[in-house]
């Protein structure tokens, strides 16, 4: 069985998070969406396709993990406009890149895994200063930088959908209306 083959049957029967975490793993490693969304319609009428064809509309390979893949689920089932992700933003100790952004709103979003501190990127100490020094760069230049974790986004989806849906407005209690960064 090949990759793509696996990806498109994950996608027709898997439930929709697992799925798009397949999918969006596959697409980084290579398999081409064009393939995967012709074989869909090759395959029109059977089951699952109705499924796999939006997972296919969704998926991006530039999630670097089922965590930030299932923080998209979230956002897109909120209704929230879609963020970029892995978006660039030069500072002056370098190029950092927020899990999920909104530009023009100045908005970040963080998805904070259990990997990044189990000593894989480093210690856990020198991690934690380095994310804060990232953190504080984005501040400095203006950027509102929230954060979310797998609990969170598993158990309680509602409450980084809120938090989006009110950054995203402009409705936040600190924000002056004269803000330019503001949205609303």
């Not at 909120?78 to 660039?88: D, I, K, R, T, V």
Request: one cysteine or more; charged letters at 30%.
């Amino acid at each position: 069985m090949t990759p793509a083959r696996t990806a498109l049957d994950c996608a027709r029967f898997l439930p929709t998070a697992g799925a798009l975490t397949v999918v969006d793993h596959a697409l980084a490693l290579g398999v081409d969406r064009e393939g995967l969304v012709g074989r869909c319609r090759e395959l029109a009428g059977r089951r699952g396709v109705r499924r796999a064809r939006f997972v296919l509309s969704v998926a991006d390979p530039r999630a670097e993990s089922a965590g930030e893949t299932l923080t998209r689920l979230v956002i897109l089932r909120a209704g929230l406009p879609l963020p970029e992700l892995q978006h660039e933003i030069r500072t002056v100790r370098g190029t950092f890149r927020p899990d999920f952004a909104w530009p023009s709103a100045r908005v970040a979003l963080e998805f904070d895994g259990a990997v990044e501190y189990s000593g894989r990127y480093g210690a856990a100490p020198e991690v934690v200063v380095a994310e804060r020094q990232r953190e504080k760069e984005l501040t400095n230049l203006g950027r509102r930088v929230l954060r979310t974790d797998w609990t969170t986004v598993t158990r309680r989806p509602e409450a980084p959908a809120g938090l989006m849906r009110r950054e995203l407005s402009g409705s936040h209690p600190l924000w002056d209306a004269s803000d330019p960064g503001r949205v609303g």
